[in-house]
Every structure is written in C-alpha cells, then in structure tokens.
C-alpha cells in the first residue's frame, strides 16, 4: 500500500489511485503516513524547475519560478481538498508549499551569494562583487510571492506561516542583519565613482587654466554635485526593504559617512576651482590673484556665483532628503507598531487564525521578517519603534524651514559638519574672486616709495601759488583701482541676483559671510604690534573690529563734516531693501571690510611717512572713503578710515599728546579698544617721526 501511495503522490494529473488509496488509510483510521508520502513527493515538479536554472540573470528567472510555484500552490490546495478532506487540506498545502523550498535553501543561498557576498569582509575584499541591488530585486520577489501565497493559506495557524515564511526566507538573513556594512561598501563604490569624475573635471579646470575651461567645469560639478542623493535615496528604500526600520542607528551611520565622503569631495573640488580661478599658473603663493586681477572679467564673477549657487542647491537638496527620511521613518514605526500589536494578538489567543490576517501586504510581510530576523525579542522591537519615531520628529512639522527644523533630532551629524565647511568654501571661493584685484592692488602698498618722498621746491612753490597745500594731491593709481574695481562689482553681481531661483538657491548658503573677510582684520591687528587676548569669535573684538559699530566712543574723526554726514554709520535702516539688493550688498560689504582691514594694515607696516607722503595718503584715504560713501552699503566707510585720516593730518604736537600716557590709560588698559586705538597711534606717530628724539 505504502508503494502504490508513492507512485501515486507523484502523479500530477490522476486524482483516481491517490483517492482510492486515501479511502483505504482512512478505513485504517491512520491518514499520517500518507500525508508525508504525499507532501514529499508533490513538490518533485518545482525542484525540477529549481535545478534546470541555467545561469542567466537569476533575479530575472525567480519571479517566473515562484509563479510556478503559485500556480501549483493553487492547484494542489483544490487536489488536497478533494484526496484529504476540507478539514485537513490547508495545513497540507502548506507543509507542500514549504516542502517545496526545503531541500533548496542551501542551494537558494549560494546562489545569492554567487550574485553578492552576504560578508562585509568579502564585500571589502572583493574587486568585482556584483551588486546588492540584484539581492534586493530577489527578496522583493519573494515577499510579492509570500504575500501572494498567503492568500492560499489564510486558514492556517498564523504562527505557522511566521515559521513558513521565516524559512523561505532565510538566505537573506545574513543580508538583513549585515545591511548596513554591506550598504555603505556597496554605496561607496558608486560615490567613489562619482568623485574620480568630480576629479578629472576640477583638474581639467587647473591644467587648462581659462576662463571656458572653468565655465565648463562649473557646469560639470552641477551635474555631478546631485548625483549623491539619488544613491541615498536607493540605500533609503534597500533599509525599508530589508531592515524595515530596525538596526537605525547603524543605517544613519552609513549614509551620513556616504554623504560626507561626496560633500568632502566636493569641497576639495571648490578649492580646486579656486586655485585655477586665481593662480593661473604662478607658483608664487604671494602673487596667487596676480593673474586674475589681470584678466578680471565679468564672467569670473558670474562663475563664481554659480559655484554658490550649485552650494546652495545641495544645501536644499539635503534637507528635502531629511525630510523623506523622517517621513519614511514614520511610516515604518508606524507599520513596525501594528506588525508587533498583531504578534501580541497571537500570543494572546493562539487559536485565532483567518480572524488575525485577511490578507498580508509585501511591507506586512517585510516587516514580519524583519522583526523575525533582526527585532528578535518584542522588547528590541518596542525600542526600534520608539527610536525611529523620535528620529522622525513624530507630532512636529517636517518642514524644511530652519526655524521648523529646529528642535528636530539630529539624523546625520557629520554630514551638518560637512556641510558647514562645503557653505565656508564656496563662500570663501566667490569671495576669492571678488577681492582678487583689491588684494594684489593692495599688496605694495607698505613699500610705496612715495611716502617717503620729500617736498620739493617746485612743491612748494606751487602750494604758495595756488593758495592751498592739497591742490595738487591726488590719489594715487593703486587706491584709484581698488575703488574702481569695488564699483563694478555692483553691476558684475546685478545678473546673476536678477534671476529669483539662483538667488534662492544662493541664499541657502549665505550665513555668516562675514567670516570669509576676517584675515585682513587679523593681520591688521598684528599690523598694530598690539597682542592682548584677541578673540576672534563671532562676538570677540575681531568681529568688534570688523563691525565698527563700537568704536564710535573711541576715536576721532577727520573732520567735523565727516563727524555731521554721519557716513560710518549705517544706511538705509528702514530695512526697505529688495532680496536683490540685499544679496548684492553682502557681498560688496565683505569686500569693503576686506579692502579696509588690508589697506589699514599695509598702512601700519610703512617704514617712514614724510609730510608730502602724508597728505598722499591723506588723499588715498578721502577717495575711498568716497568710494565707499557712493555705494550706500551699511557700515561703510569704516569709521576707522576717518580715523587714520585723522592721525594722519593732526598737528604734530596734537598727535604727540595723544600718544603720551594719561590719567585714563589705567582704566583703559582694562579694554581692548582702547588699547589697541592707543597702539595705532603710537605706529602713525612712529611711522611720521612724532615723539623720536
């Protein structure tokens, strides 16, 4: 009886002897032993199809095979119904279906890791090991094909088809355990890729070293600059199918050191760029924006601004890609809660079975897996929820403003990191290239030899003529071009802000600006020869220095009509300002604090100032002073311009008094204001001879 029920369990199409031979074993009162025959030889067919796989893409051929399965799974429940009875027929299809898939795991597994090594070592390792994409493309095949076999099985036990599905599933196991370590190599690869392209490019840009080449590089790094977040946004969606939302912390840690490597690149690129913009060949690091100042054009600036602009697109490009990721994270707690609500249910009442599931989506069964494999313990999943649903700012806003963000756990921090020093170098880069001119204008100015030229005869001789000692000062070539280039930055700067989607792109990236102009303003105080307890922090007497604000208590001024106009205070206070306008005066402001805090600190490192060299630099003084005047920028000119004109013209006598101690040097030796006034005064004196015997 046992012989005729094997051969006929493997008949595919006659119901007939497997009948007849069930009515017998049924008479016998004993169905046991031919059910396993039964459930042993049904699936002969599915193996046959499983071991004639003849190599092609196997993520191809799987989801025709577990269709192959579907359509015996759908047949066999309507043959076991008839041969077994109503009663007995669901828990058999399910032991077939899982008989199914015993003997092949071994075989499923090998053949996955054949396609992608589930050992980070040997990812590492590996030069050509394939891709996780094709495992994930596999193990989504297979939970549509559990979520579709389900649905053949809604009669059995639910802690039946977990254990079911746990097994058909256990090849990927090991991948969604190592997820995150096999993520981050095989995402490395790809930005890796991305950045030896981002490489050629910007070294194209150096060894080409002209203006179309750099254009061209520019439009390159736009494109490239992006390519990070479609590769985040598929490690995103591999971690939702995989780890459904478990093991976050080590996930975040992955993609943060991904974004970081490309933001980093891009960086070093910007840098690159800089140097091409402004060395143009010379070797000579003094002479670094000798070349631009030569060639300055429009376009640099244009370029430049762009630079910027591709910043401030990846600066919303990453907070679009936050605020997918906290809405993604929702959705899992959310799913990852209901699935551990409904195990519970089981727990609570074992006998329930088509009451617990109607049906179970791909993400349902995922997310069962996932809790399986990685959750372990109810306890770790009550965890991961709780974890990824503070992660995702659950009950505040996702926007992506500043001030909604704000308040919201940190998802990458390195990657902020990262992209405050991607903001400073694409800020210090169109910096680079707007005070190019000025800076190497400026450079020579210590060693003028005009400011120790002495009057002649003919000078005085034509001061008595005309009546009046300054008829024939006037500013000399190298301020004359500092100013002129200051005022075609407006309309360099005025195309690119026109347009309201490079302007908002470019704002993204404009806090603290001021920063890119703060060198100068330490050299000056250097220039001083005063080293007290300089801070240069946002608040410290650098920042002070740079401002101006403060100073006013402190010093004196030109004349009583500079004092009256008011012209170091600040303009247009009314705040009526276009976003336009107020783009282009943050940068001309930088500029002008940069050219003040270098020229006045070239002014301290002259040697020797004769009388007809003073009222040179009188005169240099008064033009930019007007310079800055024209332009309206708040905080400009710098009081300390009218300061220095000053110290300048005083009375020889006046100046000697102002540098001799006083009853309030005391107090003021407690304020470093006054302290470093006090050190200018006594350079101009030395610089004009006042007070050496």
Known sequence: ???????????????????????????????????????????????????????????TWL???????LSFLSDERRKSTAVFGPQDAPDITAKIVAECFRPLLSSFQARLVALFPHDPTTVQRATNQGSLEVICACYEATLRFLSLAYDHLTSVSPVLIRDFFSKVASPFASYQKNFSELEFHHSKKIVDNVSRNIRIVSDVAQQQDNLAALQDAVDKLSEFSLTVFPILEASLARYELLNCGYNVSAFLSTIDNIFVSHTNELVLAIARLSQSSTTSGTTNGESNSSSLAEYFDEQHVHCALEVLKISGSYFRSYKTFTIRIRDRFRSLGTGMRASLEQQRQEKDDESSTADVFDSMSNVEVGTLLA??????????????????????????????????????????PNAVAALASL????????????????QVSLQPVASLPS????????????????????????????????????????????????????????????????????????????????????DVGKNGVIAALMSGKELAPYIIRSDSEYEEDGKYQEHNEDGDEDSEAVFCNKWLDVVCCAVTGRYLERILRVAKLTPKGAKKLSADLNYLINVFSALGINGHPHPLLGYFVSLVEMDSD???????????????????FPRILKAVEQRIAAMRGVGIC
Request: glycine content about 6%; charged content about 15%; some cysteine.
């Open 1 to 59: 009886l046992q012989q005729q029920s094997q051969q006929a369990s493997s008949s595919s199409t006659r119901l007939g002897p497997i009948q007849q031979i069930a009515s017998i074993y049924i008479l016998l009162g004993d169905t046991q032993i031919l059910q396993e025959e039964y459930i042993k030889a049904r699936p002969a067919t599915i193996h046959k199809l499983w071991f004639s796989f003849n190599g092609t893409e196997f993520a």
């Open 451 to 534: 400011w120790r030229t002495e009057a002649s005869i003919a000078d005085v001789a034509t001061s008595l003529i005309a009546g009046n000692e300054t008829y024939s000062v006037l500013p000399q070539q190298y301020i004359t071009r500092v100013g002129e280039h200051v005022l075609a930055l407006v309309q360099a700067l005025e195309p690119f802000a026109s347009s309201t989607d490079a302007l908002l792109l470019a704002n993204e990236v404009m806090s603290g600006i001021s920063e890119v102009a703060i060198q100068p303003w330490k050299d000056f105080s250097s220039a001083t020869g005063y080293y007290g307890s300089i």
């Open 63 to 69: 989801p025709g095979w577990y269709a192959s399965i």
């Open 371 to 412: 809790a399986c494999v990685v959750g372990e313990e109810s306890s770790n999943s009550s965890a991961a929820i709780a974890q990824l649903l503070r992660l995702s700012g659950e009950g505040k806003s996702s926007s992506s403003s500043s001030r909604q963000q704000e308040g919201l756990p940190v998802l990458l």
């Open 423 to 438: 903001e400073s170098s694409a800020q210090r880069h169109v910096f680079s290239v707007l005070y190019a001119d000025p």
């Open 654 to 672: 006046k100046l000697l008094a102002r540098i001799q101690p006083s009853e309030n040097d005391e107090e003021d030796n407690n304020k470093e």
